[in-house]
């Protein structure tokens, strides 16, 4: 079952914050959150399997909820090279032991 | 290691018409996945390999999609009598083994045009 990604857009000005979520119907066994920049292939960010998990690198972190039902991406301090499509690919429990089922992604927009 | 490598980058084809797509993954991942992303849409799942055994796919995947990784090295992906509806991005990724617990690389991608 596909997540549910929102907001659809964002639009920021350098400097300001953004908050990316993502939601399932069910319990997830675990969430990534990848970085699309136009015309190339979407990057790895970063992995959460852990209910209450919270990671993150430099400015951009994310947490899992004690439910494991969402997930929200922190980008802090936006800067322009973080301009891009975010997606959350999920794996639910009972689902396929192999494969990711993406959401329909946010485009982030940084303006200088 | 060069990463995810696909090829060719670009196709254009007469609908109808038979293409194959290429992936060599990270020589070290186990598993090999097929994904299609249209434009403003996230990668839509097709199938994939755990070494050379195609382990699920996707009910996208019509008779007219094959996928094979012999001796569970690169993959091919080919699609027979080519239609519009065909047109995307065909995107490969790899993983050292389960995803969930390591995270995809993806390739560049094979932009499909169908005419």
């Known amino acids: 079952q596909q997540p549910v990604q929102s907001p659809q857009a964002v639009i920021l000005r350098e400097g300001e914050d953004a908050v990316i979520n993502c939601s399932s119907s069910?319990?997830?066994?675990?969430v990534h959150w990848y970085r699309q920049k136009h015309g190339e292939a979407p990057v790895f960010l970063m992995i959460l399997l852990k209910g209450g998990e919270q990671k993150g690198h430099d400015k951009i972190s994310a947490s899992f909820n004690e439910k494991k039902q969402q997930s929200s991406l922190y980008l802090t301090a936006s800067q322009l090279s973080y301009s891009g499509t975010y997606f959350c690919?999920?794996?639910?429990?009972?689902?396929?032991?192999?494969?990711?089922?993406f959401g329909k992604g946010t485009k982030l927009s940084v303006k200088p | 290691d060069t990463g995810v490598s696909q090829n060719p980058r670009h196709k254009i084809t007469k609908r109808g018409q038979n293409v194959t797509f290429r992936c060599d993954p990270i020589?070290?991942?186990?598993?090999l996945y097929w994904y299609r992303q249209t434009l403003g849409q996230g990668p839509e799942f097709l199938t994939y390999?755990?070494?050379?055994?195609?382990?699920?796919k996707s009910r996208l995947l019509s008779d007219r999609f094959s996928a094979e990784r012999p001796k569970g090295s690169f993959s091919t992906l080919e699609i027979q009598r080519t239609e519009q509806g065909d047109s995307a991005m065909y995107l490969c990724a790899s993983s050292p083994n389960r995803a969930a617990n390591y995270g995809y690389t993806f390739g560049s991608g094979t932009r499909l045009t169908v005419v």
């Open positions: 020589s070290e991942h186990n598993r």
């Open positions: 390999f755990q070494n050379e055994a195609q382990l699920e």
């Open positions: 069910k319990a997830l066994y675990s």
């Open positions: 690919g999920t794996e639910a429990y009972g689902g396929s032991q192999g494969n990711l089922i």
